[in-house]
């Protein structure tokens, strides 16, 4: 789906993964890094009281948008 970093999918990717941490990796096929960021936020926003969630979506948004196929 995705060419390289700045990507279209890409894009869409770290668009999916501001709303939902997580989804923008499920959309580009990474299934165990979505898992991860979607726990990861729920933990988080769990133990912090709703105040540092936002952390790891920003951290995820990141993730997706500046993912190369081909590099983990």
């Not at 990861?40 to 133990?47: C, D, L």
């Amino acid at each position: 789906m995705n060419e390289n970093q700045g990507s279209a999918g890409n894009v869409i990717a770290a668009v999916c993964s501001f709303f939902f941490p997580g989804l923008g990796q499920l959309v580009q096929g990474r299934v165990l890094a979505a898992l991860l960021f979607f726990v990861g936020a729920g933990v988080v926003w769990f133990i912090s009281f709703g105040m540092l969630g936002w952390i790891i979506h920003i951290w995820s948004c990141l993730n997706a948008a500046l993912w190369k196929p081909g590099r983990m």
